[in-house]
């Protein structure tokens, strides 16, 4: 037991991700609802060249993914020799922290801002200080104050996952101009495509101005999660020290080419996005009432608060009964009372309503 390899210390300390569940009741037909997948499946284009590459399974693919550099910088009228591409934008997370945190050093992270954040900086050998939150929406103020001397990176979600809120432009704005210019703000606009409000601002303009600033970004919640591709701008000294430690091929073939595929199809970008916003309205509107609160979401997904932790739960076990599988945040994030549900197919949209509109409290 004692002679055998140890992880470094704090590894076994690290509390595992959990995945939304997959899983209603044995030989049940279900509809995941649990993880941000997209409402709509993915771009045929997408589909169509991933599966072109099963050809030649024995090459090595193109390491910079630069087919998709290409189509990203293009799109969105980037530099694309500033674009890193990641195995999802996990990988990107996980790199940032081992590039820019070391043993004792601090990253910021919003009171219920994404839990992989931990998990990167703890691995690196640092250690999370949460910023609280004020009504489940980061707080600028807070975040300012949590920074320390040993504070190497800032973690903001935006909008964030499980709460969908977000911080507008003016106040990201304000986040970096009250930063020492050595502490990297982490950007992470996975929701990026969903946002409606006119005050938002993905991070181009910040990454194009300062040194101190990475936007993050990925394809799995438009379609391409089991693809695992993510994405990330900033400036150049950063995308050589990441280029420096990332996987040689940390991309894969299918990957790279169907995310460069989605990402030139912007009608079906286009046209999640307006689905989205109509069933997020929509089922934001049905919920509430009967002792529940609809958090207001930019994102593909709404967090549903209800009156105590048992009414959650007994909220959670009658959309499993009926084949519908939501995602719990009181384990992951200390929000006991709150259910987080996936925009999704419309009948199940209306399956969801009916349910909780439904449901008599005790
Ligand atoms: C889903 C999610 C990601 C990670 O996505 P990948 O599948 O690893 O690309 C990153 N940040 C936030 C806030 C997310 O919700």
């Not at 994404?114 to 975040?143: L, N, Q």
């Not at 969801?352 to 005790?362: I, P, Q």
Request: with cysteine; hydrophobic share 45%.
């Amino acid at each position: 037991m004692t002679n055998r390899p140890k992880p470094q210390p704090g590894i076994l300390e690290i509390a595992p991700y959990v995945p939304g569940r997959s899983q209603a009741a044995a030989g049940q037909k279900a509809i995941k609802l649990s993880s941000n997948e997209s409402p709509l499946g993915a771009s045929p284009q997408a589909i169509a060249a991933y599966k072109g590459v099963g050809d030649h399974l024995e090459i090595y693919p193109e390491g910079s993914s630069a087919v998709l550099r290409e189509a990203l910088a293009e799109v969105h009228g980037l530099d694309g020799s500033r674009i890193v591409c990641g195995n999802g934008s996990d990988d990107l997370l996980h790199l940032l922290a081992q590039c820019y945190i070391g043993d004792g050093d601090e990253a910021v992270m919003s009171q219920y801002g994404f839990s992989v954040y931990p998990i990167v900086t703890e691995a690196a050998g640092g250690r999370i200080v949460m910023a609280p939150e004020s009504d489940f929406v980061a707080s600028v103020d807070s975040i300012l104050a949590a920074v320390s001397e040993r504070t190497r990176i800032v973690f903001l979600a935006n909008p964030n996952n499980p709460t969908g809120t977000y911080l507008g432009a003016s106040e990201v704005r304000r986040l970096q101009a009250g930063l020492r210019p050595d502490v990297l703000l982490v950007l992470d606009s996975a929701y990026a495509e969903y946002v409606t409000t006119s005050d938002y601002s993905v991070g181009v303009d910040l990454v194009e101005r300062a040194d101190n600033v990475v936007m993050v970004r990925t394809f799995s919640k438009m379609g391409l999660a089991a693809a695992r591709v993510g994405w990330l701008y900033g400036p150049a000294h950063v995308a050589d020290a990441l280029n420096r430690i990332r996987g040689p091929f940390n991309v894969n073939l299918g990957g790279q080419l169907a995310a460069a595929a989605a990402t030139r199809d912007v009608d079906f970008t286009r046209k999640l996005a307006r689905y989205n916003a109509q069933w997020r309205d929509w089922l934001s509107a049905q919920l509430g009432s009967n002792q529940m609160r609809v958090v207001p979401s930019q994102a593909n997904f709404i967090m549903v608060l209800f009156a105590e932790p048992a009414h959650a739960d007994a909220a959670f076990e009658a959309l499993l009964a009926k084949g519908l599988i939501v995602r719990q945040v009181g384990s992951s994030y200390g929000i006991a009372n709150g259910l987080r549900i996936s925009i999704g197919p419309e009948a199940a949209m209306r399956a969801v309503a009916d349910v909780l509109k439904n449901m008599v409290f005790g």
